[in-house]
């Protein structure tokens, strides 16, 4: 397969503050690749050093062969990018904002309004392009930020927390488009802290405080998980957290809304330790079972253990 981003001890400070620590990765055109980490982890920062926007402090990176620290302008010809602030203009519609982004990127004439009525189309708004950009839901402003980031039909998509603050419905509407662009050949980096949407990737890596402590597919991140993980439902969810919490049978004890995620060793009679002591603090009703593990498990794993 043919590699369009390699990166090799990626680092960025700002003063003192580490906030990309020499990460490597290798992204496969086509792939649909997810960094998943909480806000202030180093995926935006990453994102900006790949799409020429931020200088890195250390390490390399090339994006479709383009060196990241001399060739930045040659790397936002062919890259698509939509950041997490949208860069509409509020004063102008959103077909003068399709086109004045398209001409940026050296459209013009027929070539740029087939485009824009393309892009229109393709993300929802083709009814929307007379109104002002001010007047838009967010929902609305999120699929042309997305229009705007494509409408050169780039190779290379940059997608950085693109459903951030948007319904479910307007979320899978997005990885919907996403997996149409992957389907198409395009190259897709989309950075997260949904775990659901870490699911939709080809792989994932996961990013905490500036550091990657794993990368590989959900599938196999959640297959290599080393522990068991069982399920425990009780109306009395956070006594039984904090009773078990204070226990040190368990490697993890989580809470997952009104369900608790307790992560044992492989073959640890959990149901007979449950049973002794939940009894003895007067919880009765409880069920328990073993599960496959979620990636918010592997996360919260990974979290925990690298955490200062």
């Keep these: 397969m043919t590699t369009t981003v ?4 990626l680092t960025r400070t700002f003063g003192e503050f580490t906030a990309v620590d020499s990460i490597s990765f290798a992204v ?21 050093m790949l799409c020429g926007l931020l200088e890195p402090t250390g390490g390399e990176g090339h994006v479709a062969d383009y060196n990241i620290r001399d060739e930045q302008e040659e790397i936002k010809k062919i890259i698509g990018y939509m950041s997490q602030r949208f860069s509409l203009y509020d004063d ?10 398209g001409s940026i990127y050296g459209l013009r004439g027929k070539k740029l309004i087939k485009r824009s009525n393309y ?7 083709e009814d929307q392009k007379n109104r002002m950009v001010g007047e838009l839901p967010g ?12 409408i050169h039909d780039p190779s290379i998509i940059f997608l950085d927390e693109p459903t951030s603050g948007v319904d479910p419905l307007m979320r899978r509407l997005f990885w919907e488009q996403i997996y149409a662009f992957s389907e198409e050949g395009k190259t897709i980096f989309v950075t997260t802290h949904y775990m659901d949407e870490a699911e939709h990737c080809d792989r994932i890596a996961l990013i905490i405080a500036g550091k990657m402590f794993a990368l590989d597919s959900p599938e196999n991140l959640k297959k290599e998980f080393p522990h068991e993980v069982h399920l425990l439902k009780t109306e009395n969810y956070l006594k039984a957290f904090d009773i078990i919490s204070a226990r040190n049978f368990a490697h993890e004890v989580a809470l997952f809304g009104t369900d608790i995620h307790i992560l044992t060793d492989k073959g640890e009679p959990v149901g007979k330790y449950l049973k002794t002591l939940l009894g003895k603090n007067q919880i009765d009703q409880w069920s328990v079972e073993a599960v496959e593990p979620s990636l918010e498990d592997v996360f919260v794993m990974h979290a925990r253990e690298n955490s200062v």
């Design 6 to 9: 390699d990166v090799k001890n």
């Design 119 to 125: 892009v229109s189309e393709m993300v929802g708004i």
């Design 139 to 150: 929902g609305i402003k999120q699929r042309l930020a997305l229009g705007t980031a494509v």
């Design 28 to 48: 496969q055109k086509g792939e649909i690749f997810g960094f998943l980490g909480p806000n202030g982890a180093g995926k935006s920062t990453t994102i900006k």
């Design 92 to 101: 102008m519609t959103v077909d003068e904002n399709l086109k004045f982004f």
